[in-house]
Nanobody, 116 residues
Framework: QVQLVESGGGSVRPGGSLRLSCAASGSIGSIIDMGWYRQAPGKEREFVATINWSIGNTLYTDSVKGRFTISRDYARNTVSLQMNSLKPEDTAVYYC?????????WGQGTLVTVSS
């Protein structure tokens, strides 16, 4: 069984920063990539960013390019999302995702609120 434990959510004013982290544990097996998705109130879950586990290539949704940075700690099976210049529209529950060779795993979600 795989567990993803997220941390780092909270409330921040527009223009502020937060750093999310997600630690994977258990019978992980092969990891293809890890990433972050988010779901705002009344909206569907959407892709935010992902990082290829072996090569380290990254991919971002257009709305966060230049503001968010995804990184990984290969040895600790941890992925982080540094979020700068946050905007009210970034408010959402952020979910960590691990894409393995057989299936996907999801974290429980962490709330990010951007408000003045």
């Amino acid at each position: 069984q795989v567990q993803l434990v997220e941390s780092g959510g909270g409330s921040v004013r527009p223009g502020g920063s937060l750093r999310l982290s997600c630690a994977a544990s258990g019978s992980i097996g092969s990891i293809i990539d890890m990433g972050w998705y988010r779901q705002a109130p009344g909206k569907e879950r959407e892709f935010v960013a992902t990082i290829n586990w072996s090569i380290g290539n990254t991919l971002y949704t257009d709305s966060v390019k230049g503001r968010f940075t995804i990184s990984r700690d290969y040895a600790r099976n941890t992925v982080s999302l540094q979020m700068n210049s946050l905007k009210p529209e970034d408010t959402a529950v952020y979910y960590c995702n691990l894409r393995g060779s057989a299936t996907d795993y999801w974290g429980q979600g962490t709330l990010v609120t951007v408000s003045s």
